[in-house]
Nanobody, 124 residues
């Protein structure tokens, strides 16, 4: 089991910044991908950004150049933390943001854990 604890959401004006954090603890697999997804009302959940244990990143086109994902891996893998720095926020970034922890099951398949979600609202 992996536990994910998110923090950092809130209300911010357009053009402002927020930083989300997600701490993963428990049965941490040495190879994993951590990331952030978001879901706005009436829309499907979408990938915002992800990062592998080796530091390879992937971003949605809509956030490239504005959002930065980073991670901190504890030496004994007891805890992995992922951060999402969000700058130049726009009203369309408003959504519930979910932390995701993905790990290999073998044969090209993956398992995943999800955080409880944190609300980000961009409004004047």
């Amino acid at each position: 089991q992996v536990q994910l604890v998110e923090s950092g959401g809130g209300l911010v004006q357009p053009g402002g910044s927020l930083r989300l954090s997600c701490a993963a603890s428990g049965s941490i697999f040495s190879l994993n991908v951590m990331g952030w997804y978001r879901q706005a009302p009436g829309k499907q959940r979408e990938l915002v950004a992800s990062i592998t244990t080796g530091g390879i990143t992937n971003y949605a086109d809509s956030v490239k150049g504005r959002f930065t994902i980073a991670r901190d891996n504890a030496r004994d893998n007891a805890k992995n933390t992922v951060y999402l720095q969000m700058n130049s926020l726009k009203p369309e970034d408003t959504a519930v943001y979910y932390c995701n922890f993905k790990f290999p099951l073998g044969a090209g398949t993956y398992g995943a854990y999800w955080g409880q979600g944190t609300q980000v609202t961009v409004s004047s």
